[in-house]
């Protein structure tokens, strides 16, 4: 069995584990449709593989209490359903940024010194 | 309302039947969205390049049953799960027809060893696998 772990599957790893939190900085801002979300994430090169795995990561974020969800009458189509960001999503948001931060920054630095 | 092009109905279809390992409710919910997303990314007059397009951005229905329950390894039928499948099956018909017994309990024994090696059986899998192997 191949022990080494390769960039494209720590890549990944760290993608899906961002995502989430990626999507909860959108709402932070304003509450969107699910479509919405869809198209400004997978809009990002290196965000999102196949559209279509946002749909169960807001179902999962909805069952956390991170997100609410209302349906609305559109008037270009059919009702839409928007998910707006909720007070523990907000917290959940705020403490994976310091991580994040804190994570991103450490290996930057390593990275660095490792490649002078 | 709803979307009607043949693409779009038979990749729904698809989605619906992979993702009954879900729970009703939840299956009943991705698939609204996914309709939904389709309604909203398709003009009415769409084109089968259109749809086939919309389609690939979504990406495969097992991906997104997969996203669903990340707790599970995506389900994998390999040799391992039909050598298993197939011993279990041959050894229970075997006893019950009365054949030497050895030859069948080593069937039922080596089945239900590949079963429990298997990572992709779970849930209904393992007990119709019990229930074929006849105790467990």
Known sequence: MCSVVLAADVLSQLRRGALEYCVLALLAQEERYGFGIVRTLGSNDGMVTGEGTLYPLLARLKKAGHVTTTWRESDTGPPRKYYAITAEGRRALADFTTQWRLFRDAVDDILAKGTT | ?136
């Open chain 2, 1 to 136: 309302m709803t979307t009607t092009h043949p693409l779009a109905e038979d990749y729904l279809r698809r989605l619906n039947h992979i993702a009954r390992v879900l729970p009703r409710h939840e299956r009943d919910e991705l698939v609204a969205e996914i309709r939904n997303h389709l309604d909203s990314g398709l003009p009415p007059d769409a084109t089968d390049a259109d749809v086939r397009n919309l389609l690939d951005q979504l990406g495969p229905p097992n991906d997104i049953v997969a996203a669903a329950r990340p707790e599970h390894p995506p389900m994998r039928r390999g040799p391992r799960e039909v050598f298993a499948l197939i011993l279990l099956v041959t050894g229970f018909r075997r006893s019950s027809g009365g054949s030497p017994a050895s030859v069948c309990c080593c069937g039922r024994r080596c089945g239900r060893r590949a079963r429990s090696c298997s990572q992709s059986w779970y849930g209904r899998e393992a007990t119709a696998s019990c229930s074929a192997s006849g105790r467990r």
